[in-house]
T-cell receptor, first 113, second 116 residues
């Protein structure tokens, strides 16, 4: 699976949009971009994933560049509850089989008043 | 949906004792994963199953660790004998593999293991 690079930490004011970048310059055509987050003392929580098109769900939006070498996770209105470590993971999936998630060190997002 | 259920949530034991961690995946899911998280090594995959069959156990640290999945709704991770360096949070995750679609893994709350 391709490696990812994320800033170690970011701050965001409550109510503002949080934009978390991720570089994955060695991504292959069949690799997806996944985002998970881990709130302190909890299990990782799935946020969103995409292949090449931008994606949006009730939690966040995922913007993937046209060359797929980077992406941005957007939390449109950050709250204190969004304070967590955010992991960007690039992962190949195979027909009919599971594949592991390889977690890096992620970005520690601190949402402040 | 109850989500992935793990038990116990906390376990404190003494070195040399046997430890068994339990996981109930989300109903209908056909893949199950065991991860371990420590400060030094972060989150790392230990083993995963597909349709109750172990697929990749290359992350299991040594023979003291073993995992089983006797049926689609239950899995165990056993450490015998336990050592202080096994202290960590152990997470179980499950997913549904369906054709060529990408599967999403859902994690349980974890078991915090302390070996004294």
């Amino acid at each position: 699976d391709a490696k990812t690079t994320q800033p170690p930490s970011m701050d965001c004011a409550e109510g503002r949009a949080a934009n978390l970048p991720c570089n994955h310059s060695t991504i292959s055509g069949n690799e997806y971009v996944y985002w998970y987050r881990q709130i302190h003392s909890q299990g990782p929580q799935y946020i969103i994933h995409g292949l090449k098109n931008n994606e949006t769900n009730e939690m966040a939006s995922l913007i993937i560049t046209e060359d797929r070498k980077s992406s941005t996770l957007i939390l449109p209105h950050a709250t204190l509850r969004d304070t967590a470590v955010y992991y960007c993971i690039v992962r190949v999936t195979h027909t009919g089989t599971a594949s592991k998630l390889t977690f890096g060190t992620g970005t520690r997002l601190q949402v402040t008043l | 949906d109850a989500g992935v259920i793990q038990s116990p949530r906390h376990e404190v034991t003494e070195m040399g004792q046997e430890v068994t961690l339990r996981c109930k995946p989300i109903s209908g899911h056909n893949s199950l994963f065991w991860y371990r998280q420590t400060m030094m090594r972060g989150l790392e995959l230990l083993i995963y199953f597909n349709n109750n069959v172990p697929i990749d156990d290359s992350g299991m640290p040594e023979d003291r660790f073993s995992a089983k999945m006797p049926n689609a709704s239950f899995s165990t991770l056993k450490i015998q004998p336990s050592e202080p360096r096994d202290s960590a949070v152990y997470f179980c995750a499950s997913s549904l593999i369906h054709g060529a679609r990408s599967d999403t893994q859902y994690f349980g709350p974890g078991t915090r293991l302390t070996v004294l």
